[in-house]
T-cell receptor, first 111, second 113 residues
Framework: KAGVTQTPRYLIKTRGQQVTLSCSPI?????VSWYQQTPGQGLQFLFE???????NKGNFPGRFSGRQFSNSRSEMNVSTLELGDSALYLC??????????FGNGTRLTVT | GESVGLHLPTLSVQEGDNSIINCAYS??????FIWYKQESGKGPQFIID?????DKRQGQRVTVLLNKTVKHLSLQIAATQPGDSAVYFC????????????FGQGTILTVHP
């Protein structure tokens, strides 16, 4: 069974631009969560989607948004990028109950 | 200026030793706990989990202990191998917010051959 797939693996963007990251969950998993990982703050929860509905949201500004499609695939978008948005963005999926299974992330660098 | 990174605790062991990684969690209402291993360039990999109605759970070469009185979680790795070298994170969860984990800062485990 294929794991969680995140694309692209690496991204370089300029301040002020926007970016869209993609996540394909494990087949059959309906819950998708997103996390931001930085050296300064560690792993922080962004949001969770289940059956196309946002179920939980972390403490991030409105520039961070996401959505989930009917096939459970998910995207997250960051608008008006700031230098501090440079991070590893991780997607995780589950059947609904835990555990979460993570992808290898998208490394975003904002210059 | 440069942001200050987390100063992760480190644990250095010899191959074949047993390793114990500790974690203090913050929320007494947390009812589910999980350990992840993260190798360089990869996402966190599930190791073992435990619910708050248990105080011990064993897997293959790993044991998780939960002490709710002092809000403490530990991961024991038996016969540690060089391939176990990684950053280990504990995480907690409350109720049915299954996708919302609160992670600890992590511990760097280095296993010397």
């Amino acid at each position: 069974k294929a794991g969680v797939t995140q694309t692209p693996r690496y991204l370089i963007k300029t301040r002020g631009q926007q970016v869209t990251l993609s996540c394909s969950p494990i087949s059959g998993h309906r819950s998708v969560s997103w996390y931001q990982q930085t050296p300064g703050q560690g792993l922080q929860f962004l949001f969770e989607y289940f059956s196309e509905t946002q179920r939980n949201k972390g403490n991030f500004p409105g520039r961070f948004s996401g959505r989930q499609f009917s096939n459970s695939r998910s995207e997250m978008n960051v608008s008006t990028l700031e230098l501090g948005d440079s991070a590893l963005y991780l997607c995780a999926s589950s059947l609904g109950p835990p555990p979460l299974h993570f992808g290898n992330g998208t490394r975003l660098t904002v210059t | 200026g440069e942001s200050v990174g987390l100063h992760l605790p480190t644990l250095s062991v010899q191959e074949g030793d047993n390793s114990i990684i500790n974690c203090a969690y913050s929320n007494s209402a947390s009812d589910y706990f999980i350990w992840y291993k993260q190798e360089s360039g990869k996402g966190p990999q599930f190791i073992i989990d435990i619910r708050s109605n248990m105080d011990k759970r064993q897997g293959q070469r790993v044991t998780v202990l939960l002490n709710k009185t002092v809000k403490h979680l530990s991961l024991q790795i038996a016969a540690t191998q060089p391939g176990d070298s990684a950053v280990y994170f504990c995480a907690e969860n409350i109720g049915t917010s299954y996708g919302k984990l609160t992670f600890g800062q992590g511990t760097i485990l280095t296993v010397h051959p």
